[in-house]
């Protein structure tokens, strides 16, 4: 008996070392996107002058109900960038209350003919419902594989986090999306503006290895840009 109740307990011993091996290895949810909270709530400060991984916690005593509610997306639509695009953002830059959790939300509305042109989120997912119009959705694997759809009203899509995507509006009439995200801060770069708009610019001798065209063709596409003076501001507003 003696000898049955060390082996048992020997064998829970190891039991429990290989699940905890098991914890270490295998990747965890939390390391996919934001890091979890470690308290109820830490609403943003963002009026303070320390940089860290996200904002700095509000003093509780001064959080107020106001912190966890936001009304972005009662506002009509402003301005549209090149691209015939608004969106209206809700992420922890205009709504505090996200700080820490991990989420965040877009409103994205296109003109007829609009195009949410070639980006990426660096941080994050992205699961949208289609409210109005048509949309045209694709996005491309780092295997170069083109996945993609045409999506109407209550529809969603998912873009995995990472990936060039876009949204093209192929209908007559403004199309409108909400589109969610698991980071509060997901970020986006444009491809374009990236290659073509940056400061300073990337030499014309780089792109043009890269795009297998002659020079002059690059200064082309850069001009093009460089002729419209709001664009930084214009995309900055809206995302």
């Not at 082996?7 to 829970?12: A, E, G, I, L």
Request: hydrophobic fraction near 45%.
């Amino acid at each position: 008996m003696a000898y049955q109740s060390a082996y048992n307990m020997n064998y829970q011993i190891l039991l429990c070392l290989i699940l905890f091996s098991l914890g270490l290895l295998l990747p965890l949810p939390s390391h996919s996107a934001d890091p979890s909270p470690l308290q109820d709530f830490c609403v943003a400060d963002l009026d303070s002058s320390l940089f860290i991984n996200g904002f700095p916690c509000k003093n509780p005593d001064n959080v107020s109900s106001q912190d966890f509610f936001a009304n972005g997306f009662q506002q009509s639509p402003g301005e549209f960038n090149i691209f015939d695009v608004n969106v209206t953002r809700q992420d922890v830059h205009r709504f505090p209350g996200l700080n820490t959790l991990g989420l965040s939300m877009n409103r994205v509305v296109l003109k007829p003919g609009g195009l949410n042109a070639p980006h990426v989120h660096p941080r994050a997912a992205e699961l949208a419902l289609v409210m109005d119009g048509k949309l045209f959705v694709g996005f491309v694997t780092t295997g170069n594989v083109f996945y993609w759809k045409i999506v109407t009203s209550g529809e969603l899509f998912v873009i995995p986090p990472g990936l060039v995507h876009f949204q093209l509006n192929i209908g007559h009439e403004n199309a409108r999306f909400f589109a969610s995200f698991n980071s509060q801060n997901p970020g986006i770069q444009f491809a374009p503006l990236a290659l073509f708009n940056s400061t300073p610019s990337i030499p014309d001798l780089v792109l043009s290895k890269a795009f297998q065209v002659n020079q002059s063709i690059i200064e082309l596409i850069k001009s093009r840009f460089a002729t419209v003076s709001t664009v930084s501001t214009v995309l900055k507003s809206s995302y």
